[in-house]
C-alpha cells in the first residue's frame, strides 16, 4: 500500500479540484437544478476512513429524478 501512496494522494488532489470546479459551477448556476457538489477528501485522513466519512456518501449517484432513465 505504501508504494502506491503517491499516486492514490495524487488522484484525491485532482479529485478535490473537481470538487472545486463543481462547487464554483453552481454557485455561477451552470449546473444543473438541485445539483450537490460532493466534499473533498482530506488527504490526511485519506487511509483511515470511519463508515461515517464522506468519502462513503453517493450524492447523486443511482437517482432517477434527473430526467435520464
Not at 501512496?5 to 451552470?30: F, Q
Request: some cysteine; aromatic content about 4%; proline content about 7%.
Amino acid at each position: 500500500m505504501k508504494r502506491r501512496d503517491p499516486g492514490i494522494e495524487t488522484l484525491a488532489r485532482r479529485y478535490n479540484h473537481l470538487c472545486k470546479n463543481m462547487s464554483e459551477m453552481i454557485r455561477l448556476k451552470r449546473a444543473p437544478a438541485n445539483a450537490v457538489a460532493p466534499h473533498p477528501i482530506q488527504p490526511k485522513e485519506l487511509f483511515s476512513h470511519d463508515i461515517d466519512d464522506s468519502i462513503w456518501d453517493d450524492i447523486g449517484l443511482g437517482d432517477d429524478d434527473d430526467g435520464h432513465h
